[in-house]
């Protein structure tokens, strides 16, 4: 790297936490403790698609042009899923973990992150198969209003459909996905009886607070943006949120070992990344 980029890039750095602090001050998003390699690379694709020639010209029209913010927080939020994406998640949560879920006569389940909805309706799909929906209360929450928007509608492109169809079989579905669905326009538009419980909520990892005790906590793909201290934060509230031998689902590159509130946990199916409320 040349002192000319290294320079200009330490610029950079000082511009985007510039942007973040005016994002958090003007519109109460907190990215300031994401991790800054993925910030960084994000902001530049919206600095380039937003014809801004700096971090510095973006800040401006995000404070000045409250019709930028919408588009800025598709940028910084990821929206990136799919239906019982990763299959042998799902398949460990109905051979390892509903076995225990049966035993309580109600259950919540946070869905943390949920972006556009695929994994909420996953869970609620493999819940109702395994005969649980109707004990059961989904909470969907996102920070990205239009993301939850999506969600609750439940529609989403048809060429989608082939790969949700073969994570569900891969992930032990017991009934045909096209079961859930119809279709009409290039689009899938999933049965609204999948929404009779469901709440969907904004809610931020960052700044709010727990909302209630679940017996299952999902929050997949979400920590890895975080930086250390806000990953120790959000499984914290994880960890507050789960009554004992209360269950907890990661991404398959996210982990506790590293975390504070570790010991509360102990690995359930540790190749999903599955783990388990211990005592207090």
Known sequence: MTDRTEKIEKVEDIEIRLLLDALYHRYHYDFRNYAMSSIRRRLRQARADLNCATISALQERVLHDPDVMPRMLRYLTVQVSEMFRDPSYFLAIREKVVPHLRTYPSLKVWIAGCSTGEELYSLVILFREEGLEDRT????????????????????????????????????????????????????????????????????????????????????????????????????????????????????????????????FREFVPGEKIYQRAGA
């Open 137 to 264: 209360l989904f909470y969907a929450t996102d920070i990205n209003p239009e993301a939850l928007a999506q969600a609750e509608a439940g529609v989403y492109h048809l060429e989608r459909v082939r790969q949700f169809t073969e994570n569900h079989r891969l992930a032990g579905g017991v009934t045909s996905l096209s079961d859930y669905y119809q279709t009409g326009y290039d689009r899938c538009v999933l049965d609204k009886s999948l929404r009779r419980k469901v709440v969907f909520s904004d809610h931020s990892l960052v700044t709010d607070q727990v909302f209630g005790e679940m017996q299952f906590v999902s929050c997949r793909n979400v920590m890895i943006y975080f930086d250390r201290a806000l990953q120790d934060r959000a499984v914290g509230l994880f960890k507050d949120a789960l009554p004992r031998n209360g269950f907890l689902g990661l991404g398959a590159k996210e982990t506790l070992r590293f975390s504070d509130h570790a010991k509360a």
